[in-house]
């Protein structure tokens, strides 16, 4: 294609998409953002206990470790108008560097030309409900994936004497990125995991120095709080826990959730063998960031922006059956269908489609394709025979 024709299907493309959005995503006023605003400067600028915030109008408060709040310090000096464009331009940049990583393979293997590439993903992202929600409600997760990748794909791979600091920091701002310091040791490096364990162990004991206090209400008390974040039944709460708690509201089988998670664990624990073995960076960061969302307590939909990787490797490797189910998988992920069962999930149908998103992540965390990408990409770095490159690049 020319490349006035590839900007005008981007611009297309761009204005659809913000058509959709302005039809169906539904406007938080950037919430969480608003609430990280608000502890932050109640507990800078007023002097109160960063745990005892509850934004008004809401039960909500902040629910990150101390060192998470250290690193919204700025906020505490600056508007609430830029706090919003500098969370968004935050998000938007990571966005865009995290995308074009994921699909540099892929882009340089076939030929195509990059930022039209990256452009398309960006419009089809602008659409999918994890993304939107968390650029709507002013959330962190793509700050957390860009330090996890950025570990995994820069520094990990590379054999660097820094891999395992970025999933460290994650792990310490909030934890749930831990699952990732267990896929290190799982994979055999020692090093990383020592690496990951340290920083995440080192960034929590200066938030205990410089804010004790908070340290110790979050540590034996707010952590421990579940209901802090709200109710495990609501129809957001796409995990595993989340299934269980609509099936029974007022008592969720503990036995039951416990199996499904090792259930879970187990499936992880085989397909990262492939990642293993092949070398695959990229797998083991789709697999463990779905596992993650899986078995944390609470998932809210917008944590969903862990599946992502999963989406890229099912349209590189995956053959016609993957493409359709990822194409099937995207639409329903970015139709708010759950929303639909918010009210009432109760019966079949109800236990169907209130979890539809939960059934989704269970079924990439078992058909994301693996294979020996590492190989494969030498091969068309040095024009090996039969290479895309050693035949010539046809441009897309």
Not at 127 to 155: C, H, K, S
Not at 225 to 246: H, K, P
Not at 345 to 353: N, P
Request: charged fraction near 15%; aromatic fraction near 12%.
């Amino acid at each position: 294609m020319r490349r006035r024709t590839k900007v005008w299907l981007v611009v297309g493309l761009a204005l659809a998409a913000l058509a959709f959005d302005a039809v169906f995503a539904v406007r938080h006023g950037f919430f969480d953002l608003n609430v990280y605003y608000g502890a932050i400067n109640y507990w800078v600028n007023e002097g109160g206990e960063i745990y005892d915030f509850v934004r008004r109008n809401s039960t909500y408060g902040f629910t990150y470790p101390p060192f998470g709040a250290l690193t919204m310090l700025p906020m505490a000096f600056l508007s609430w108008p830029v706090a919003v464009v500098i969370g968004s331009l935050l998000t938007a940049a990571v966005t865009v560097w995290f995308m074009h990583t994921l699909l540099d393979p892929m882009i340089r293997e076939r030929g195509w030309t990059p930022w039209f590439v990256v452009a398309i993903s960006l419009c089809l992202l602008a659409v999918y409900e994890p993304m939107r929600e968390t650029f709507l409600f002013g959330q962190v997760n793509m700050v957390l994936v860009g330090l996890v990748a950025g570990d995994l794909l820069l520094l990990v791979r590379r054999g660097s004497r820094f891999g395992g600091i970025g999933i460290g920091l994650a792990t310490a701002i909030k934890l749930t990125p831990g699952i990732f310091i267990v896929y290190l040791l799982i994979t055999g490096r020692r090093r990383e995991t020592l690496v990951a364990s340290a920083t995440a162990f080192a960034a929590t004991m200066f938030a205990a120095v410089v804010a004790p206090d908070a340290s110790r209400e979050f540590w034996t008390s707010a952590v421990w709080d579940t209901d802090r974040v709200g109710a495990l039944s609501y129809i957001s709460n796409q995990s595993l826990q989340g299934v269980i708690a609509r099936l029974d509201p007022v008592g969720p089988s503990k036995l039951l959730w416990a199996a499904s998670v090792l259930v879970v664990l187990l499936i992880w624990g085989v397909r990262t063998r492939a990642a293993i073995k092949h070398r695959d960076e990229v797998l083991g960061l789709a697999l463990t960031g779905i596992v993650g969302v899986l078995i944390s307590p609470v998932t809210w939909v917008h944590h969903l922006v862990w599946a992502i990787p999963a989406f890229v490797l099912l349209v590189e490797r995956g053959g016609k059956a993957r493409l359709w189910f990822a194409a099937f998988a995207f639409v329903v992920l970015s139709s708010r269908l759950v929303w639909l069962y918010e009210k009432d999930f109760s019966g079949v149908v109800g236990l169907v489609f209130s979890n539809a998103y939960v059934w989704i992540m269970l079924a990439l965390l078992v058909v994301t394709p693996s294979g020996d990408r590492e190989a494969h990409l030498e091969e068309v770095e040095f024009g090996a025979p039969g290479s895309e490159q050693a035949r010539g690049p046809v441009r897309a």
